[in-house]
């Protein structure tokens, strides 16, 4: 488990291919009845660790979330399919600098970003802001927290409803102070990737765009209805 | 050989018409948002939209004239390759039929280009004979950035990146020139009954 409502499945695929950090895969599922449902989830995992990996948060009135969170067990089989996704996903090799933009489980493909980043030991500025309710909410917290320290990724938060005491990161929703704070500045020509709720990706794209990110380096990925 | 997922049952089946929903799809009562980058605000103001490419003439529409086309209100499916199908959806816009009324080509093919740099590829087959439009209403209400506006391709036989949001132009082609998702991995046509989500489908 990975917070209350999120757990990482680790996978042995049979004939990965391999992946690109941000790209996701389908799963799919089959009932004894022949019924069978699809749905997409981002990889967890850098390309260059020995685990794959997904993450899946729970969606109360979900279908295949709650069974992949709370019903499966270790042994387990189900068909994956992918990887799928070009646009949101990086690598090394395509450079720098990068802003990274993660709301709730909106982490999960930046979240590769960063691992693949330190796997690779690369020095490329890389920036990650990740917003979440409060600290218990936030995937990978520990992780997150050595990572700052040791692995030259810049990582901020902010958690919008509750703090832990003494807390010093951001504690608002996402605005133009945060973003220029966390940099980098639009002069520069980060690449930015922004993954989260519908509602939050919007928000935090057309900020960037206000702020002076041209909108061509801002890719974007959305999950959830449109809140409205 | 289909491997069985062990204590899945799936949700109780809903009271949908299977008949209804393609292979691998599941319906939805809300509308969900996928774009790949910011959502693009062009004020109807600086908008038009423009017919060129393989053609003799190119034609242009400003918004107001573009309002005052001929326009029909229709009830469609919909269906998106991350899974979601929205059932009886109702839009009002312009036929591609009626944007097209006169054109002689030689094109076999059209690219939707819109704002924002996004494009997507159709046979021009898969936009005439009733089966498209460029729609501005969405129940009834103008279309929502988030959701295409001020208007958007609706091509409701394929999967919805085909339905390209915040479209400004068709440019017709001789030759098949794959658009944003087609040269990333997903299928050429995207036929939801037949399960095209991707390249290889």
Not at chain 2, 182 to 194: F, I, L, M, T, V
Request: hydrophobic share 40%; charged share 25%.
């Amino acid at each position: 488990m990975e917070t209350s409502h999120a757990s990482t499945i680790v996978l042995d695929v049979e004939d990965w291919p391999g992946h690109i950090a941000g790209q996701h895969v389908d799963v799919r599922l089959t009932a004894q009845d022949g019924y069978q449902a699809q749905r997409s989830y981002s990889i967890a995992s850098a390309p260059e660790d020995s685990r794959f990996a997904l993450t899946v948060e729970r969606i109360d009135d979900g279908e295949v979330s709650p069974y992949l969170v709370g019903e499966l067990r270790v042994g387990d089989t189900f068909e994956v399919r992918g990887p799928i996704g070009g646009p949101f996903s990086w690598r090394v090799e395509s450079g720098g600098p990068l802003l990274l933009v993660g709301g709730g489980s909106g982490l999960v493909p930046l979240m590769a970003m960063a691992r693949h980043h330190a796997a690779r030991r690369s020095e490329i500025d890389m920036r990650l802001l990740v917003s979440a309710r409060s600290w218990e909410d936030v995937l990978y917290h520990e992780e997150l927290s050595r990572q700052v320290r040791r692995d030259g990724v810049d990582v901020r938060f902010t958690l919008t409803r509750e703090q832990p005491a003494g807390w010093g990161g951001f504690a608002r929703r996402i605005d133009a102070e945060m973003l220029s704070a966390v940099g980098p500045k639009p002069s520069a020509k980060p690449a930015i990737f922004v993954c989260g709720p519908t509602p939050f990706v919007e928000r935090a794209a057309n900020l960037l765009v206000e702020l002076g990110h041209r909108p061509q380096a801002i890719r974007a990925e959305r999950f959830g209805p449109t809140g409205s | 050989m289909t491997p069985l997922s062990r204590g899945f049952r799936g949700r109780p089946r809903r009271d949908i018409d299977p008949a209804r929903i393609p292979p691998g799809q599941y319906a939805v009562d809300d509308f969900p948002v996928l774009s790949a980058g910011p959502t693009p605000r062009t004020p109807t103001a600086d908008w038009s939209f423009t017919v060129d490419g393989a053609i003799d003439a190119a034609a242009s529409w400003r918004w107001e004239q573009f309002m005052a086309l001929e326009s029909e209100t229709f009830t469609v499916d919909i269906h998106c390759v991350t899974k979601w199908s929205k059932l009886a959806t109702s839009w009002t816009g312009v036929s591609i039929d009626t944007l097209l009324e006169g054109v002689e080509t030689s094109a076999a093919y059209v690219t939707a280009w819109s704002d924002g740099g996004y494009t997507t590829n159709l046979p021009l087959a898969d936009l005439t004979g009733g089966k498209a439009w460029v729609v501005h209403s969405f129940d009834g209400t103008p279309l929502e950035p988030e959701h295409g506006g001020p208007a958007r391709l609706l091509v409701p036989h394929l999967y919805f990146w085909k339905s390209a949001k915040w479209v400004r132009g068709l440019r017709l082609t001789v030759d098949d020139e794959p658009g944003f998702w087609e040269a990333a991995g997903y299928h050429n046509r995207g036929d939801p009954w037949q399960e095209q989500r991707y390249w290889n489908d």
